[in-house]
């Protein structure tokens, strides 16, 4: 055997490990490039989650201001139709909860559909009345705010017909109807009209509450003419709206009652608005002392029409009496908001006789 061969399996022992450190060596480089990806990769997501976590918290910020306003008579009275259905007589607890996340859902984007548009069109008249808005508040661009107006526009009849079918969505199509008409074109500049819009409202809002819970219990259904009653009072009674908005009308150019009548002839409004307050208010007292004698809850008749004939008769007086804005806007954001809320619970209780 030569020496070449003798020396041959040393050789190889001596070098083999060589390849086995250079494997080492390439392995080091390569974690390290993991953990770079790995770091610019949770980088991006904090980034993306503090601009997702930014937006979001922008959008509450404006959808507050957007909806603060009117959150009372609005929401208030979508929560204040549901709440007497689901107790007369009493509903099982999943379906009442469901009822109520479905009104509290459709509540919000009816709400929203109106107000991106009626603040989206009328920015000098909330610049001087309503400057938290957030238009002038500085919240949100007029871009901006038509984003949100078509945004709004194609979810809220989406997201009603999804939630509670054919009628819902029907219905959220009829309130951006009229929406359009009052506010975007031909948008006809007179008190009639604006007493008609609150009106027609009205009776969209209970009767979208009705379409959601007839979808699921078919004997609940509201009678046209209760609702249709409780529209016409609404109809007859808002215009207390325009006695603390009077410069800003003024200056948006709007025709209301107290800028058509003038300062010297707008105790007439005062009285005229007073009087509707008693007799519509006296009206349906008899009509709910009729209904109570076939009605599974009487003493709940009696006690909600006696209380709403006493509030009534106090906004009444309140409008006559009122001496500033300050007063005006109080009894129209509170004491008008709350007898609303007392209306919607009597003519749910006198459809339990109907």
């Known amino acids: 055997m030569s020496f070449h061969r003798l020396l041959a399996p040393e050789e190889n022992s001596i070098q083999a490990p060589a390849p086995h450190r250079s494997i080492h060596r390439e392995k080091i480089p390569s974690q390290i490039k993991t953990f770079s990806s790995i770091s610019v990769a949770l980088a991006d997501f904090q980034y993306a989650a503090t601009n997702v976590s930014s937006f979001l918290n922008h959008e509450v910020l404006v959808t507050e201001a957007l909806l603060r306003s009117n959150a009372g008579t609005t929401l208030g009275g979508f929560l204040f139709a549901i709440i007497p259905r689901l107790l007369l007589p009493p509903m099982p607890l999943y379906s009442a909860l469901e009822l109520v996340v479905k009104i509290c859902v459709v509540g919000v984007g009816f709400q929203y559909a109106m107000d991106i548009v009626n603040q989206r069109m009328g920015v000098a008249e909330d610049t001087v009345n309503k400057p938290y808005r957030p238009i002038p508040g500085g919240l949100i661009s007029l871009r901006g705010a038509d984003a949100r107006w078509v945004f709004a526009w194609i979810l809220f009849p989406l997201l009603s017909y999804t939630l509670s079918g054919y009628w819902v969505g029907i219905w959220a199509l009829v309130w951006q109807a009229e929406v359009s008409f009052c506010y975007v074109w ?21 009767s979208l509450v009705n379409s959601v819970v007839v979808g699921q219990h078919l004997g609940r259904n509201m009678p046209l003419v209760l609702r249709a009653s409780l529209a016409g009072w609404a109809g007859l009674i808002i215009q207390i709206q325009e006695f603390h908005d009077v410069e800003g009308d003024r200056i948006a150019g709007k025709k209301t009652l107290p800028l058509v009548l003038g300062e010297t002839k707008v105790w007439l409004m005062r009285y005229a608005t007073c009087w509707v ?44 009496w009122s001496d500033s804005m300050a007063k005006d806007r109080e009894t129209y954001f509170y004491w008008l908001t709350v007898l609303f809320w007392l209306m919607i619970v009597y003519i749910s209780l006198l459809s339990t006789a109907m």
């Open 186 to 206: 031909p948008k006809p500049n007179n008190p009639v009209v604006r007493n008609l819009f609150t009106g027609v409202a009205t009776f969209i809002i209970i």
């Open 277 to 320: 307050f008693f007799t519509t208010h006296a009206l349906f007292l008899l009509w709910g002392l009729v209904l109570a004698q076939s009605s599974s809850w009487p003493h709940g008749i009696y006690a909600a029409g006696a209380m709403q004939v006493v509030l009534g008769a106090a906004v009444g007086l309140r409008v006559i």
